[in-house]
């Protein structure tokens, strides 16, 4: 034996006395025992163990010639416990199990560390384990917000608190590391606040989301006006305000399209005022769509193709189809053509998405002087059937006009083209006879007509252009001299009229009042230049041009055919001419409104260019109504030769408890003459014949009671108790307190006597019965006894079907068997008892039952499926949320999930429900790793690793000396120079599964 030789065995067994040594007790007190950790952070639990919980990271590695002791590898883990070293995923609180390893070579002795989460279960020589668990208080955190949704630019009030945490930090606000606070937060969208808190034990979270909804973008308006009450012709003056609006429009009054602003008018009837405001600058949105052509015949030369549809914008290039805003609503493309004649294409803007739009109105009332009204009676007092004249005076109001004709004047000017009126074309006929101060019956005030001074016969078609003379005339309203009042009657026993002067008679006694209301209306007060202003739109007459469908008598005749009495029709006429002053191109428009007033409006402008727009606006039938109510100054007292009402005896004397019974008194007039109307006549109770206790128990009604004549009055009743009651009646009286409606000569004499009526007690009786009347096996089904009578309290005892027993006046009884059940009750109260057979049974059919299972109730994701199998009785069919059953009560279905799937089955007959459930579990992977020829080699020795997955994992790793790849499956040899350890690791749907092996090193022995 050689001296290397030697010196390698003498080194082994010193070092295998020393590995002894660590692995015996002595090893065991040296290497666990220090350092001494506090006990206020934790635990150190020490075994010669082996760490068997997930692989966090390596820890690093010492080394030494000589065989380590225990504290150099102790001190090095407490720098992990103690959380000095520990990783960023350490995870309070939890049990943490650092390893040490150690391994040598021919001279040195190192020792390798690794961190584990979890505990150290299974017992292995060469590994050294320090185990900690924290046994702190973990901390708690908790956020909340309010509220919990806001509008952007308001706030949330954010507040945070914890319990064992010595510091918060917030994300999305800072809390100044204190451990609970409010702040408040105003984000500009929906943000998400969190907070963690960190103590002894560990570290915690909380999190909590603020909705922020943009504001509103809807258009408000507001329209007033000041002052709201006028007299007719008086100004007032309307403002509009609005926000979230681009422009605000009225068809009473001119807004410009501004948004805000304000108009003084002057209307001459009470009016309410409305204003339109549309909310988005860029207004509706939509495409431009052609709708009409027209053909204009300008004299040459043509100075601008523009003066056709002046007051309509251009088109874009092409216009059709393409998008648009509006307003406006509107464009042309015109073109010149032969003649010097001009062809318009106009395309309007389809409006596919409108801008919201809101109103906002302003009522004006408006007279020509107050309207007032009085009223009185006489005379005052009366007996029956006499009469009485109610009367009223009324002053102020609205008054009605008279109107004449008006001569304009005459102008040359062209008659007619091809048979076309052109000349004034707005303007219609005069009727016959129209001069100078003659009365225009029926026609109002600004109405305009004309008389054309040629022969009709020379505008024939085709004919040649004719010059000739027109004379205008207008309809001028003057006031009347005084109002005009209708009047209504209304009041006591019926009182109508409708002139100021009425009479009634009365039949009744009592005391009588009236009131009147009294109408003013004026009726055609419209005048030139004017327009409708508010009201209610009744109808349209559209728009027509260059007098297409145009009535040939004019504005009025269209206003007279769409505007009802009462209404107020405005016509809008625009007028385009030449650069030679002919008509181009007209337009017209009526519309007629209920309730409206006139407002002024100019009737002529001119635009650039050296066109004219004409409007004319004419009233029609515009009437001004205006009310007011007066309640009359006096009241008439109606009364008789005075009646004597008294009541008799109460009749039957007897009666049983708690049993309604119809007790009656004779009511006699002793008077003269009769009551002349009905009365109320009270029924009372009393314990004794004095009166004591007394309790008003009922009314009825007597009729007309003639002179000397008699009525019986009934009540039905039920006396609370056995034993003697008294009762009586009294006449005209509806309590006790009251004082009746009839006037009598003795208002003292009324009621009767108190009558003694002897109440017994009532025979004990009882019913039963049972809801529901059908049901199912284990549902609820309940019996109630209802009894009566008797002498005292009741007890109960049920009896019946499958069992029924109970001794409350109500019992729940589950059926467990199908069929009729029925039931009855004993009651017993005193010394009476009754038996009672239920008046109704139960029908007691099956409940449905439902069973799912499957099989195999778990699988690999990827590789595998499972079988759904149910089954139900009593069901007509069977339904699930997660897999199709077709409605059958029991089959079978092949399911595939990806991930752990809880099934559901519901089964029915219609009426009742079952329910079963089944869980398939779906594991991510099945993992191959093995190691070949074997798992232990000689050091620097090859050795093949190969691993493959079943399934469909997202991603695996296989990692180790000298090997790393994310193939699925593959197989590679390694050179093993120390015992290595390879773990191969996959992930599917976030869930992770590793399986490891070791490959050792065999130890080279050598002989001496």
Same mark, same amino acid.
């Given at each position: 034996?050689?001296?290397? +030789?030697?010196?390698?065995?003498?080194?082994?067994?010193?070092?295998?006395?020393?590995?002894?040594?660590?692995?015996?007790?002595?090893?065991?007190?040296?290497?666990?025992?220090?350092?001494?950790?506090?006990?206020?952070?934790?635990?150190?639990?020490?075994?010669?163990?082996?760490?068997?919980?997930?692989?966090?990271?390596?820890?690093?590695?010492?080394?030494?010639?000589?065989?380590?002791?225990?504290?150099?590898?102790?001190?090095?883990?407490?720098?992990?416990?103690?959380?000095?070293?520990?990783?960023?995923?350490?995870?309070?609180?939890?049990?943490?199990?650092?390893?040490?390893?150690?391994?040598?070579?021919?001279?040195?002795?190192?020792?390798?560390?690794?961190?584990?989460?979890?505990?150290?279960? !299974?017992?292995?020589?060469?590994?050294?384990?320090?185990? #900690?668990?924290?046994?702190?208080?973990?901390?708690?955190?908790? /956020?909340?917000?309010?509220?919990?949704?806001?509008?952007?630019?308001?706030?949330?009030?954010?507040?945070?608190?914890?319990?064992?945490?010595?510091?918060?930090?917030?994300?999305?606000?800072?809390?100044?590391?204190?451990?609970?606070?409010?702040?408040?937060?105003?984000?500009?969208?929906?943000?998400?606040?969190?907070?963690?808190? @960190?103590?002894?034990?560990?570290?915690?979270?909380?999190?909590?989301?603020?909705?922020?909804?943009?504001?509103?973008?809807?258009?408000?308006?507001?329209?007033?006006?000041?002052?709201?009450?006028?007299?007719?012709?008086?100004?007032?003056?309307?403002?509009?305000?609005?926000?979230?609006?681009?422009?605000?429009?009225?068809?009473?009054?001119?807004?410009?399209?501004?948004?805000?602003?304000?108009?003084?008018?002057?209307?001459?009837?009470?009016?309410?005022?409305?204003?339109?405001?549309?909310?988005?600058?860029?207004?509706?949105?939509?495409?431009?769509?052609?709708?009409?052509?027209?053909?204009?015949?300008?004299?040459?030369?043509?100075?601008?193709?523009?003066?056709?549809?002046?007051?309509?914008?251009?088109?874009?290039?092409?216009?059709?189809?393409?998008?648009?805003?509006?307003?406006?609503?509107?464009?042309?493309?015109?073109?010149? $053509?032969?003649?010097?004649? /001009?062809?318009?294409?106009?395309?309007?803007?389809?409006?596919?998405?409108?801008?919201?739009?809101?109103?906002?109105?302003?009522?004006?009332?408006?007279?020509?002087?107050?309207?007032?009204?009085?009223?009185? !009676?006489?005379?005052?007092?009366?007996?029956?059937?006499?009469?009485?004249?109610?009367?009223?005076?009324?002053?102020?109001?609205?008054?009605?006009?008279?109107?004449?004709?008006?001569?304009?004047?005459?102008?040359?000017?062209?008659?007619?083209?091809?048979?076309?009126?052109?000349?004034?074309?707005?303007?219609?006929?005069?009727? &016959?006879?129209?001069?100078?101060?003659?009365?225009?019956?029926?026609?109002? &005030?600004? #109405?305009?007509?004309?008389?054309? $001074?040629?022969?009709?016969? &020379?505008?024939?078609?085709?004919?040649?252009?004719?010059?000739?003379?027109?004379?205008?005339?207008?309809?001028?309203?003057?006031?009347?001299?005084?109002?005009?009042?209708?009047?209504?009657?209304?009041?006591? &026993?019926?009182?109508?009229?409708? %002139?100021?002067?009425?009479?009634?008679?009365?039949?009744?006694?009592?005391?009588?009042?009236?009131?009147?209301?009294? @109408?003013?209306?004026?009726?055609?007060?419209?005048?030139?230049?004017?327009?409708?202003?508010?009201?209610?739109?009744?109808?349209?007459?559209?728009?027509?041009?260059?007098?297409?469908?145009?009535?040939?008598?004019?504005?009025? !005749?269209?206003?007279?055919?769409?505007?009802?009495?009462?209404?107020?029709?405005?016509?809008?006429?625009?007028?385009?001419?030449?650069?030679?002053?002919?008509?181009?191109?007209?337009?017209?428009?009526?519309?007629?409104?209920?309730?409206?007033?006139?407002?002024?409006?100019?009737?002529?402008?001119?635009?650039?260019?050296?066109?004219?727009?004409?409007?004319?606006?004419?009233?029609?039938?515009?009437?001004?109504?205006?009310? +007011?109510?007066?309640?009359?100054?006096?009241?008439?007292?109606?009364?008789?030769?005075?009646?004597?009402?008294?009541?008799?005896?109460?009749?039957?004397?007897?009666?049983?408890?708690?049993?309604?019974?119809?007790?009656?008194?004779?009511?006699?007039?002793?008077?003269?003459? !009769?009551?002349?109307?009905?009365?109320?006549?009270?029924?009372?109770?009393?314990?004794?014949?004095?009166?004591?206790?007394?309790?008003? /128990?009922?009314?009825?009604?007597?009729?007309?009671?003639?002179?000397?004549?008699?009525?019986?009055?009934?009540?039905?009743?039920?006396?609370?108790?056995?034993?003697?009651?008294?009762?009586?009646?009294?006449?005209?009286?509806?309590?006790?307190?009251?004082?009746?409606?009839?006037?009598?000569?003795?208002?003292?004499?009324?009621?009767?006597?108190?009558?003694?009526?002897?109440?017994?007690?009532?025979?004990?009786?009882?019913?039963?019965?049972?809801?529901?009347?059908?049901?199912?096996?284990?549902?609820?089904?309940?019996?109630?006894?209802?009894?009566?009578?008797?002498?005292?309290?009741?007890?109960?005892?049920?009896?019946?079907?499958?069992?029924?027993?109970?001794?409350?006046?109500?019992?729940?009884?589950?059926?467990?068997?199908?069929?009729?059940?029925?039931?009855?009750?004993?009651?017993?109260?005193?010394?009476? %008892?009754?038996?009672?057979?239920?008046?109704?049974?139960?029908?007691?059919?099956?409940?449905?039952?439902?069973?799912?299972?499957?099989?195999?109730?778990?699988?690999?994701?990827?590789?595998?499926?499972?079988?759904?199998?149910?089954?139900?009785?009593?069901?007509?069919?069977?339904?699930?949320?997660?897999?199709?059953?077709?409605?059958?009560?029991?089959?079978?279905?092949?399911?595939?999930?990806?991930?752990?799937?809880?099934?559901?089955?519901?089964?029915?007959?219609?009426?009742?429900?079952?329910?079963? %459930?089944?869980?398939?579990?779906?594991?991510?992977?099945?993992?191959?790793?093995?190691?070949?020829?074997?798992?232990?080699?000689?050091?620097?020795?090859?050795?093949?690793?190969?691993? %493959?997955?079943?399934?469909?994992?997202?991603?695996?790793?296989?990692?180790?000396?000298?090997?790393?790849?994310?193939?699925?499956?593959?197989?590679?040899?390694? /050179?093993?120079?120390?015992?290595?350890?390879?773990?191969?690791?996959?992930?599917?749907?976030?869930?992770?599964?590793?399986?490891?092996?070791?490959?050792?090193?065999?130890?080279?022995?050598?002989?001496?």
């Amino acid at each position: 034996m050689n001296s290397a +030789t030697y010196r390698w065995q003498i080194k082994t067994l010193i070092y295998s006395l020393i590995i002894l040594t660590i692995l015996g007790m002595s090893a065991t007190s040296n290497a666990y025992s220090y350092p001494n950790p506090p006990t206020e952070n934790g635990a150190i639990t020490t075994a010669n163990t082996k760490c068997t919980g997930s692989y966090i990271g390596s820890l690093g590695s010492d080394g030494s010639d000589a065989p380590p002791s225990a504290p150099s590898w102790s001190i090095l883990a407490w720098g992990f416990l103690d959380g000095s070293l520990l990783p960023s995923n350490y995870n309070n609180p939890g049990s943490y199990c650092i390893q040490a390893t150690r391994f040598s070579n021919s001279s040195t002795w190192n020792i390798s560390y690794a961190l584990y989460s979890g505990s150290a279960t !299974a017992s292995q020589s060469g590994r050294y384990t320090l185990t #900690y668990t924290n046994t702190a208080t973990p901390p708690t955190a908790s /956020i909340s917000l309010s509220p919990s949704t806001i509008t952007s630019g308001n706030s949330s009030a954010l507040t945070w608190s914890s319990t064992n945490a010595s510091t918060c930090t917030g994300t999305g606000f800072a809390t100044g590391n204190n451990t609970a606070g409010t702040v408040s937060v105003s984000p500009s969208q929906t943000s998400n606040y969190s907070v963690s808190c @960190t103590g002894a034990g560990g570290t915690v979270s909380a999190s909590a989301t603020l909705t922020v909804t943009a504001p509103s973008s809807s258009p408000t308006v507001s329209l007033t006006a000041s002052p709201s009450t006028i007299t007719a012709g008086g100004s007032t003056t309307l403002s509009w305000t609005s926000s979230n609006a681009s422009y605000c429009s009225s068809t009473q009054f001119d807004t410009i399209g501004a948004t805000s602003g304000s108009v003084t008018i002057t209307p001459n009837a009470s009016t309410n005022y409305t204003v339109t405001c549309t909310g988005s600058s860029s207004g509706g949105t939509g495409t431009w769509q052609y709708y009409q052509s027209d053909y204009s015949d300008l004299s040459c030369p043509v100075s601008s193709n523009n003066n056709v549809y002046s007051a309509v914008p251009d088109c874009p290039a092409s216009p059709q189809g393409k998008s648009c805003t509006s307003p406006p609503s509107t464009c042309k493309i015109n073109t010149i $053509g032969p003649g010097c004649g /001009i062809t318009t294409e106009l395309y309007s803007c389809q409006v596919t998405s409108p801008p919201p739009s809101v109103s906002g109105s302003a009522y004006v009332t408006a007279s020509n002087s107050p309207l007032t009204a009085s009223c009185m !009676a006489s005379p005052t007092s009366v007996y029956k059937e006499e009469t009485v004249t109610w009367s009223s005076s009324a002053s102020g109001g609205d008054t009605p006009g008279t109107s004449k004709w008006k001569y304009l004047g005459v102008a040359n000017t062209k008659i007619c083209t091809g048979g076309s009126n052109s000349a004034m074309i707005q303007v219609p006929v005069c009727p &016959d006879s129209t001069a100078d101060g003659v009365g225009p019956t029926g026609y109002d &005030d600004g #109405y305009r007509c004309k008389v054309h $001074g040629y022969d009709a016969s &020379d505008c024939d078609a085709g004919g040649p252009t004719i010059y000739g003379n027109v004379q205008t005339f207008e309809s001028q309203v003057t006031s009347g001299s005084a109002p005009v009042y209708s009047y209504s009657w209304s009041g006591t &026993d019926g009182l109508s009229g409708i %002139s100021a002067l009425i009479s009634k008679t009365y039949s009744t006694t009592g005391t009588k009042t009236g009131s009147v209301t009294v @109408t003013t209306t004026s009726t055609t007060n419209l005048q030139s230049n004017k327009q409708c202003s508010g009201g209610t739109l009744i109808d349209s007459a559209g728009t027509t041009e260059d007098g297409v469908v145009y009535s040939s008598s004019g504005d009025r !005749a269209m206003c007279d055919s769409i505007t009802p009495a009462g209404g107020c029709c405005s016509t809008y006429v625009r007028e385009v001419l030449s650069s030679g002053g002919q008509p181009v191109n007209t337009y017209y428009q009526w519309t007629s409104y209920s309730g409206a007033s006139l407002v002024t409006k100019d009737s002529y402008s001119t635009v650039s260019g050296g066109n004219t727009n004409n409007h004319y606006y004419s009233g029609g039938f515009k009437t001004n109504s205006t009310s +007011t109510t007066a309640s009359c100054s006096n009241s008439v007292e109606v009364s008789v030769v005075l009646s004597d009402l008294t009541a008799g005896a109460i009749s039957p004397t007897s009666a049983v408890a708690n049993v309604a019974k119809t007790f009656s008194a004779t009511i006699t007039n002793a008077g003269n003459p !009769a009551t002349g109307g009905e009365f109320t006549n009270l029924f009372q109770r009393a314990t004794s014949s004095s009166g004591a206790n007394t309790v008003d /128990i009922g009314t009825d009604t007597s009729p007309n009671t003639s002179a000397n004549g008699s009525d019986i009055t009934t009540f039905s009743y039920a006396f609370p108790s056995a034993g003697t009651w008294y009762m009586r009646a009294c006449a005209d009286k509806n309590s006790s307190t009251g004082s009746g409606i009839i006037n009598e000569s003795n208002e003292t004499n009324n009621c009767g006597a108190w009558t003694a009526v002897i109440v017994s007690s009532p025979p004990l009786s009882t019913s039963c019965a049972v809801t529901p009347t059908s049901g199912y096996t284990n549902d609820n089904i309940t019996w109630t006894a209802t009894p009566s009578g008797g002498t005292g309290s009741y007890t109960y005892s049920w009896s019946g079907t499958d069992g029924l027993s109970g001794t409350t006046q109500s019992v729940v009884k589950q059926y467990t068997s199908t069929g009729t059940k029925t039931g009855s009750i004993t009651v017993t109260s005193g010394a009476s %008892s009754v038996t009672q057979s239920c008046s109704n049974s139960v029908s007691i059919a099956a409940s449905p039952t439902a069973l799912l299972s499957a099989s195999p109730s778990s699988i690999i994701r990827g590789s595998g499926s499972s079988q759904l199998t149910w089954s139900s009785t009593n069901a007509t069919s069977c339904t699930s949320t997660k897999f199709a059953t077709a409605g059958q009560t029991s089959g079978a279905v092949s399911v595939t999930p990806t991930s752990t799937t809880n099934y559901d089955l519901t089964c029915t007959n219609a009426s009742k429900n079952a329910y079963s %459930s089944a869980t398939v579990t779906v594991y991510v992977a099945d993992l191959t790793l093995t190691v070949s020829p074997n798992t232990s080699v000689r050091r620097n020795n090859p050795a093949t690793v190969n691993w %493959s997955v079943s399934g469909s994992p997202d991603s695996c790793l296989i990692s180790g000396p000298g090997l790393s790849s994310t193939a699925f499956a593959g197989s590679q040899s390694v /050179i093993v120079g120390q015992e290595s350890t390879y773990t191969f690791s996959c992930t599917a749907g976030g869930i992770t599964t590793s399986k490891s092996v070791t490959i050792r090193l065999t130890p080279a022995f050598e002989e001496f």
